[in-house]
């Protein structure tokens, strides 16, 4: 379901003093890619935010095959899990420049209304966008 790929090139900053990239700069290259994947299907997450629409993480899951290093251009898969609901879950993978697999992750996000800030369900233009 709507798979979707970018690619990151590794910053100096983002590593330790051994070049490898510390654990937590990980969520952010997969938040990236995130907003990227609802890019491609001319999702906005700031119009959604003006609509009224946050979109919070519950649960964030990483599994830590590899390490990725400096100057590394590293590969973000991302991929919506199922129909969304009141909640996203979306399968996200990371490859090192060599195809190899690094880290795979699980995320879930939950669809609040910002005036009351309650769970909602996903709102009707971005299922139509998702194909649903």
Known sequence: MNLHKIDIRVRYGETDQMGVVYHGNYAQYLEVARVEWLRSVDISYKKMEDDGVMLPVVNLNINFKKSAIYDEVITVQTKLR????????????????????????????VFVNMKTKRPMLCPDELLQKLGF
């Open 82 to 109: 199922e129909k969304p609901g009141v909640k996203i879950t979306i399968d996200q993978e990371i490859y090192n420049q060599k195809g190899v697999l690094i880290t795979n992750s699980e995320i879930t996000l």
